[in-house]
């Protein structure tokens, strides 16, 4: 009988993630659709980003992107690098070692990782000799037991023998994670890894993350709609609206003093960062990606758009000389304009006029 003993730790170094002007094209029966248009941010190693954004924006398109698990026939341009190599470059030899020694992908739905007719240990112990192919399966087998622990399966050992048919939703996203732990990745992306759970897991699988990020130094992206759950686990924030990213920076301070009218919007929609007011809804909806507006693509549905941010795409642009925070917004560059709306509630204004 093994006893769980330490935290797994990871083998590997974190691993920093960024993103240059990635743009990625889908075939279509005629043509091809661009999904992506020119995605550029930065996955510090070691640290938690959220990347936030409407259904729609591009948050699936980019993780995929980044495992260069995208539909047959995509096209990705730009750089994603990763550690010192660019994933958008990697041969299939390389794509084998990225994907399953350096990193892995959590799913939205855990049965989609997972296979019903296995038990959990068998899969656990594939993914840890996946990671790490000189591994025994004796010294597998402990692995997977210690890991399973350690994301908070009781009983663990015998848990092991379980078919993913016996565990509740919740349970089975901590299995998945274990599957990711267990081969010792630097970078873990995950994909809306709670919105199939109850509030009180999703909580609890956040929180784990975020302690699995500490204990081993792991790199951990997670792609969210839901901006208050992200308050108190990322360190950075990324938003992004119809295939773009249009702010980022430190979490607390892009939650606290939004620059771009998007960002702004977006947290208005969020019950807890809405201090008690009536939760509001952005008016209008995001612009298909085959018609983007020839300026910005928020432009219809800002209350400060002006005449220029009709005719020209705005850039991501540093607002300070770190590029630590960064915006894509043209009303921005004018202090005088910005320093108003966000003293102001444009939604409320607007319909009190109506
Ligand atoms: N395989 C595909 N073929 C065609 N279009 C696709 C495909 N996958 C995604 N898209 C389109 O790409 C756009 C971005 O989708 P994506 O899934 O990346 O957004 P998302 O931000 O993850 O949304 P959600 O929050 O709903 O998960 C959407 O308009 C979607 O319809
Ligand atoms: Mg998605």
């Excluded at 510090?44 to 959220?50: C, D, L, N, T, Y």
């Excluded at 952005?282 to 910005?296: H, S, T």
Aim: glycine content about 6%; aromatic content about 4%.
């Amino acid at each position: 009988m093994t006893t769980p003993t330490s935290t797994p730790t990871s083998s590997a170094e974190p691993l920093a993630l960024s993103f240059r002007d990635v743009t990625v094209h889908l075939p279509r029966a005629n043509d091809e659709l661009q999904i992506l248009h020119g995605v550029s941010f930065e996955v510090p190693a070691g640290q938690v980003v959220a990347l936030a954004g409407e259904s729609g924006s591009g948050k699936s398109t980019a993780m995929l992107g980044a495992m260069r698990l995208l539909p047959w026939g995509a096209r990705i341009g730009g750089s994603i690098i990763a550690g010192d190599k660019d994933v958008a470059q990697m041969t299939k030899a390389e794509l084998r070692e990225f994907r399953s020694r350096k990193a892995r992908v959590i799913l939205q739905d855990p049965w989609s990782s997972l296979h019903p007719m296995h038990s959990i240990g068998s899969q656990l112990i594939e993914s840890a000799r996946s990671g790490d192919p000189k591994l025994s399966k004796a010294d597998a087998r402990v692995l997977a037991a210690e890991t399973l622990a350690r994301v908070g399966i009781p009983d663990a050992e015998s848990r092991l023998k379980s078919y993913p048919h016996q565990m509740s939703g919740g349970q089975l996203q901590r299995v998945v994670i274990a599957m990711a732990l267990v081969a010792k990745p630097s970078l873990l992306l995950c994909d809306e890894p709670t919105t199939a759970l109850d509030v009180t897991t999703q909580a609890q699988i956040l929180e784990l993350l975020r302690e699995l990020n500490r204990e081993m130094g792991l790199t951990i992206i997670i792609a969210t709609h839901d901006l208050d759950v992200i308050a108190g686990i990322a360190d950075r924030l990324v938003v992004m609206y119809a295939g773009a990213v249009v702010e980022q920076g430190p979490v607390a301070e892009v939650m606290s003093n939004p620059q771009h009218p998007y960002t702004w919007a977006l947290l208005q929609t969020a019950p807890e960062h809405n201090s008690g007011a009536r939760l509001r809804t952005i008016e209008g909806r995001p612009p298909a990606l085959d018609k983007l507006p020839a300026g910005c693509s928020f432009a219809p549905r800002c209350d400060f758009a002006a005449d220029e941010c009709r005719t020209h795409r705005p850039q991501l642009t540093a607002l300070d000389p770190t590029g630590d925070r960064m915006t894509a917004c043209l009303r921005v560059q004018d202090a005088h304009t910005v320093a108003d709306p966000f003293d102001t509630d444009p939604i409320l204004e607007a319909s009190a006029q109506r």
